[in-house]
């Protein structure tokens, strides 16, 4: 899903320049999805009425699938619009996936998340590396980066409505009005909004402008795409394995805040180092993120008693949580237009990750909201 929103990354200063646009508009372009993210709890109340998770998900993969096909063929509106479609396709499922596992695998929550991100964040590594390489292969140019990713849309969709999803009943009322529910008075919930919102702000914004960067830093932009790439593989490879982990352990925060504190190194290091010496650095802030993720997504089904409850909390979550990291790429963009200086941008990650560092000593702890 992260491969059809994070492949744009590396073709910012190719599409800069076909389109003749900058950086402001690219970073509008880049928060369109995390916008979509936000606010698709509007939309999750109608593909609600699908009935069961895998219809929804269903749903939700066919119009990701139309979604890449439009974004090849459009031009610049067609850019932006059908990015808005793929952001809404990927939001539902983003919504959706915490509560199949809660239906399919209550029992092995940590190691169904690790997995299904793990395999998110290679495929989205992947498509960085190439993306570079099959937009200059041929006058197809941008576009031709973007096939593999339709292709593979394709298919995911073909095997969705071919298969055959096990019928369930639920005598649970599912009320996808968070405003209206206990969520909205738990301490653990906001604190659970605020880790996944700090988190995603981490992601995005880095995602977005981290290739841009490091060609400041003396790569070109194929150097920097790969560096990212084999970075993001490791690093979802690890989350492989810490989600599952993590489900088990009662007291989660001193890994979570050692998390945090990682990244901040490894984001004054970015500040202060060059050269090839970053690939380390690369390394720990992928692995943070990667880990970050699905442990907000567990956290979700974890802290809560009953299906009805994840699919609340996990709407609240990214509906507020995608609202702050729409911010993220559209701040690193902003103050880099302003200040000529990746630097400052990358001093108010920091900041996030000091805060994200704080609520971690909330979410962390073996709580369940009743």
């Known amino acids: ?21 900058n950086n402001l508009t690219v970073s ?14 509007i939309f999750m109340s109608l ?11 269903k749903f939700a993969i066919t119009t990701l699938a139309a979604g890449q096909l439009g974004r090849i063929f459009g031009g610049i509106v067609g850019l932006f619009f059908f990015t808005f479609v793929i952001g809404i396709a990927v939001a539902i499922m983003n919504y959706e996936i915490p509560t199949w596992i809660k239906e399919n695998a209550e029992n092995q929550t940590g190691a169904m998340t690790g997995t299904y991100v793990a395999l998110m964040g290679i495929c989205a590594g992947i498509s960085v590396a190439v993306s570079v ?18 292709v593979l849309a394709i298919i995911a969709s073909i095997y969705w409505n071919l298969r055959k999803a096990p019928s369930r009943k639920s005598n649970e009322q599912i009320v996808l009005s968070f405003w209206k529910s206990k969520m909205i008075k738990s301490p653990i919930a906001w604190a659970l909004v605020a880790f996944f919102g700090l988190q995603s702000v981490l992601f995005y914004a880095t995602a977005t402008w981290l290739p841009t960067i490091l060609m400041t830093k003396g790569f070109t932009l194929s150097q920097g795409a790969f560096y990212i790439s084999v970075t993001g593989i490791l690093g979802s490879l690890v989350s492989l394995t810490v989600p599952h982990y993590l489900g088990r352990v009662q007291d989660k925060r001193l890994i979570l805040i050692s998390l945090a504190i990682l990244q901040i190194i490894s984001y004054l290091m970015m500040i202060n180092q060059r050269g090839h ?8 802030t992928n692995i943070g993120m990667s880990i970050q993720f699905p442990v907000g997504l567990m956290l979700a089904g974890v802290k809560t008693k009953s299906v009805a409850d994840t699919r609340l909390l996990s709407t609240m979550m990214q509906s507020i949580g995608y609202l702050i990291a729409a911010l ?7 103050i880099f237009d ?11 990650i920091i900041l996030v990750c000091v805060i994200q560092a704080f609520v971690s000593l909330i979410v962390g702890r073996n709580t369940t909201i009743d």
């Open 1 to 21: 899903m992260r491969a059809g929103i994070v492949l744009i990354s590396p073709l910012i200063p190719i599409l800069k320049t076909y389109f003749n646009i």
């Open 277 to 284: 010496i970053l690939f380390l650095w690369l390394l720990v």
């Open 328 to 334: 993220g790429p559209t701040y690193m963009g902003s």
């Open 28 to 41: 509008i372009l880049a928060g369109i999805p995390i916008l979509c993210f936000s606010l698709s709890s």
């Open 47 to 57: 593909v609600s009425k699908l009935g069961s998770s895998d219809r929804i998900i």
């Open 338 to 348: 302003l200040t000529k200086s990746w630097n400052w941008a990358l001093d108010g």
């Open 133 to 150: 390489p099959l937009a200059k292969a041929t006058s197809f140019s941008w576009r031709l980066a973007l096939v593999p990713w339709l």
